[in-house]
């Protein structure tokens, strides 16, 4: 069973940054990749970055330039740097794993944009 334990999340102003980090309790990040998804209130659940296991990332349309995913093997974390923070980017950010037989979610993070 792997456990996914996400921190960093908070309030922020407009324009300001935030870097989410994302601890498994074991390699599953350099396996199988990892990713970020968000979800705000009254919305459903987005994918926002993912990073395979060679590395390659991808992004959601409206977070590219802004927001940048990475891992630390050693540490078995992945991270999500976001810049240039919106209020449309308030939600509840959740790390994701999935491998072979099963997909595993951290258990959230709130950000919120607001001045």
């Known amino acids: 069973q792997v456990q996914l334990v996400e921190s960093g999340g908070g309030l922020v102003q407009p324009g300001g940054s935030l870097r989410l980090s994302c601890a498994a309790s074991?390699?599953?990040?350099?396996?199988?990749?990892g990713a970020w998804y968000r979800q705000a209130p009254g919305k459903q659940r987005e994918l926002v970055a993912r990073m395979s296991s060679g590395g390659r990332t991808n992004y959601e349309d409206s977070v590219k330039g802004r927001f940048t995913i990475s891992r630390d093997n050693a540490k078995n974390t992945v991270y999500l740097q976001m810049d240039s923070l919106k209020p449309e980017d308030t939600a509840v950010y959740y790390c994701?794993?999935?491998?072979?037989?099963?997909?595993?979610w951290g258990q959230g993070t709130q950000v919120t944009v607001s001045s």
């Open positions: 994701n794993a999935k491998n072979s037989l099963t997909e595993y």
């Open positions: 074991g390699s599953i990040f350099s396996i199988y990749g």
